[in-house]
């Protein structure tokens, strides 16, 4: 059975950017969690934090949640994460 992959995005000309270099390490580094406020995103990243400090030696995680899933991040949760100097930040999307 062939696979059908949709692409989420409108049609909307969008500019074109660099992909951030990825991480050769994390361990001493500084990872974000974003709760995006789904059901079940707060203990997905209770266990991704453990994971990522046990595993990964992860030195600082910073926690952050949108106020509800329905809309794009605020500022100010966008300027949480940079201010903490952020080296990844992980996404939670859960139910």
């Not at 406020?37 to 030696?57: I, N, Q, V, Y």
């Not at 949640?65 to 500022?75: G, R």
Request: aromatic fraction near 4%; charge should be neutral.
């Amino acid at each position: 059975m062939p696979i059908t992959l949709v692409n989420p995005l409108d049609e909307t000309a969008r500019e074109q950017r660099k992909i951030a270099p990825r991480l050769d390490t994390l361990v001493g580094k500084t990872v974000g969690l974003l709760d995006i406020s789904k059901p079940g995103g707060s203990a997905f990243l209770d266990r991704t934090e453990a994971l990522l400090r046990e595993r990964f030696g992860v030195a600082n995680v910073v926690r952050a949640m949108k106020p509800t899933f329905t809309k794009p991040a605020p500022e100010a949760i966008i300027d949480q994460l940079l201010q903490a100097r952020c080296d990844a930040v992980i996404e939670a999307l859960a139910d």
